[in-house]
C-alpha cells in the first residue's frame, strides 16, 4: 500500500479564517513533506519533517504552520491567508530522507487539498 | 545546482500513436530520476523511476532511460490511450539532497 491520504479534499476560507490540512500515511514513512502547486506550475517544496522534526523549510510566511504530531500524520495550520495563497496543496512522504545511506528515498504524494483564499 | 529541463507542451497526439516527452537535466554526483503523472484535479502519482545510469524504469506501457552520457530521461510510450491524458513531471533527487527538483510539467492530450 503507497497511499498518502489528505482531508479535506477542497477548502474555502476567508482571510480572517483559521484552518487546519491534514495529511495521513501508514506505510512507516519517517519523513513527511509540504508542497505548494499553483494551476500549471509544479509543485514547490514548502515544509520537510524528519522523524517528527522540522528538518527543512523553504523560507515559507509565518502565516502557514506546520505540525507534525506523530510519524503517521503532518497537519499544516493556515492563518490568515492571502488570495494569492490559493494553490492545490499536497502531502507526500519517503522512506526517509535517504541522505545518511546516500539512497534516494521515492516520494509518494497524496490526492492534494485544493484551497481557495477568498 | 541541480535542474530539470522538460519539453514545452501542450503535446497533443492521436490514439495510438507514439509518444516521447523529452527530459534533460543537470546534477553533480547520481541523482535517481523520476516521471511523476498528474491526472485533472488530482495530486502527482509516481509514474516510474530509475536510480543509476543504464536502468530503464517502466509502467503502465510507460518506459524511461537513465542516459547518464546524455543526461536524458525521455519519457515513452508505444501506444497512447485517451486516459493517457495528464501532465507529466520529470524529476530529479540529488545525491546528497532530500528536495525533488521538478521539471515544468508537460501536458499531453490525447484525441480518440
Known amino acids: 500500500d503507497t497511499e498518502v491520504t489528505q482531508t479535506p479534499k477542497h477548502l474555502v476560507m476567508g482571510m480572517t479564517n483559521k484552518k487546519s490540512l491534514k495529511c495521513e500515511q501508514h506505510m512507516g514513512h519517517r519523513a513527511m513533506y509540504w508542497y505548494k502547486q499553483k494551476a500549471k506550475k509544479p509543485p514547490e517544496l514548502m515544509f520537510v519533517y524528519s522523524y517528527e522534526k522540522l528538518s527543512i523549510n523553504e523560507s515559507v510566511p509565518s502565516r502557514f504552520s506546520p505540525e507534525c504530531p506523530n510519524s503517521s500524520l503532518l497537519n499544516l495550520h493556515l492563518h490568515a491567508l492571502q488570495p494569492e495563497d490559493s494553490a492545490l496543496y499536497l502531502c507526500?512522504?519517503?522512506?526517509?530522507?535517504?541522505?545518511?545511506?546516500?539512497?534516494?528515498?521515492?516520494?509518494?504524494f497524496g490526492p492534494g487539498t485544493r484551497l481557495l483564499v477568498l | 545546482g541541480n535542474s530539470v529541463t522538460q519539453m514545452e507542451g501542450p503535446v497533443t497526439l492521436s490514439e495510438e500513436a507514439f509518444l516521447t516527452i523529452n527530459c534533460t537535466y543537470t546534477?553533480?554526483?547520481?541523482?535517481?530520476l523520476f516521471w511523476y503523472v498528474q491526472y485533472p484535479g488530482e495530486g502527482l502519482q509516481l509514474l516510474l523511476k530509475a536510480t543509476k545510469a543504464d536502468d530503464k524504469g517502466s509502467n503502465k506501457g510507460f518506459e524511461a532511460t537513465y542516459r547518464k552520457e546524455t543526461t536524458s530521461f525521455h519519457l515513452e510510450k508505444g501506444s497512447v490511450q485517451v486516459s493517457d491524458s495528464a501532465v507529466y513531471f520529470c524529476?530529479?533527487?540529488?545525491?546528497?539532497?532530500?528536495?525533488?527538483?521538478f521539471g515544468s510539467g508537460t501536458r499531453l492530450s490525447i484525441r480518440p
Open positions: 546534477a553533480t554526483g547520481y541523482p535517481s
Open positions: 507526500a512522504s519517503s522512506q526517509n530522507l535517504g541522505t545518511a545511506t546516500g539512497r534516494q528515498e521515492t516520494q509518494y
Open positions: 524529476a530529479l533527487r540529488g545525491s546528497s539532497a532530500s528536495k525533488i527538483i
